[in-house]
């Protein structure tokens, strides 16, 4: 329980401000004789259940970094200290905090301290799930392939439709390397973006990699060096887990509510995309393709989605339409398995659209696709939005697609009575 203290002087203001403070503070100069950090990346909130919310910061190495943090409709709060995961010379010291002991479907307030130190920036807020299997509405902000260089407007925009959180799909920043160095650098550039600063800090937000920010363009499973990747990614993003204990990659799942949702990895074990067709050329390896099945079979939430850096069919070339038996496989298992309330969310293609996937193909239902790419990275500066209604005796999920300009460009309603088997 919260214990009486400070107030945070946090207002709904700062919450829905239109911009915020850039989150790399760089050679900053000493107030009071007691000096701030040379490079403070962060506050991040990341993955949030309905009692838990994970907060990350970069700092320097023996940083001394607290939090406090309260329910937006009380004023005593509760205090503790980041733990100090990892360091190394690319990007300091790796900073993280589990608040525990929330309450559902609540909006918590926050702000980091360096040293006793804050600053405006260094402030955000995130709401908790629902209860596990609890029914509600659920909105969710959809992102991918983002340069700094491009307006940071219509991350602005996504914050503002106040989503319960955020994925982020692939191209998140773009290094084209496995260096950690330069991987570190490339998105330190992205999050000192302010309106992408102030989402993450406000938003829960999920990641999985693509090929930009795995280590090149279209690159595979074959990549030398995508065990460095592979680090830098887990200490860059808070997301509930990394692959499996004996099988590397930064899959996971976790739920919000009666939603739920599987984070692929379509890039550690690909098979190059020009190798000849067959059984043995896959997208997400053997073991992560079963552990998809098995988590798919298990799951009693009313929609299931998957989210994968690569689109399935919608371009030529580096989407699921290169591996036509492996695609095949898995509407197979889909259909097998008669697994209900699917949709696939994609990415990479620079363009937002809304697709879907025929019976004759999937051997089972129509399965829509959401591709939403370009947020920061096409003339666009489009996002997708979905709002998912499991109050409803027949299930909704409501897809908009946002360009960077305010318009709707594309929007639908899917109902969970028309996503079943036959």
Known sequence: MPRPGRHLRLTRREILAASGAALLVAGCEPRGGAGVPETLLGPLVGHTTDTTAALWVAAAPRSRLTVRWRRETETAHATGPFADLASDAHHGSVYRRTLTNLLPDTRYLYRVFWNEHTEEGWAGS???????SAPGLTRIGVSSCMKPKFPGTSFERLRLEDPHFHLLLGDNAYHDSTRPELIWQAHRAMRSVPQLAALLRHVPTYAIWDDHDYGG?????TLEGKHRSLASFRDLFANPSYGLPQV???FSRFSWGDVELFLLDVRFERSPNKAPDGPEKRVLGAAQFEWL?????????????????????????????DFPTDRAR????L????VNGVVFLTGDLHRCLVQLHAPERTGTYAIPEVISSGIANSKHLGFAMLEIDTRLADPTLAVRILEGDGRVSQQQTFRCSELQGR
Do not use: N, Q, V, Y
């Open 126 to 132: 995130f709401r908790t799930a629902r209860a596990p």
């Open 217 to 221: 363009d279209d690159a595979d499973g």
């Open 248 to 250: 590397p990659g930064i």
């Open 293 to 321: 099945a098995a988590g798919l079979g298990a799951s009693r939430a009313r929609f299931k989605l998957i989210c994968s850096g690569s689109a399935l069919e919608a371009h030529e070339s580096d989407t699921w339409r």
């Open 330 to 333: 898995l509407f197979a298992m």
């Open 335 to 338: 259909a097998e398995r008669r």
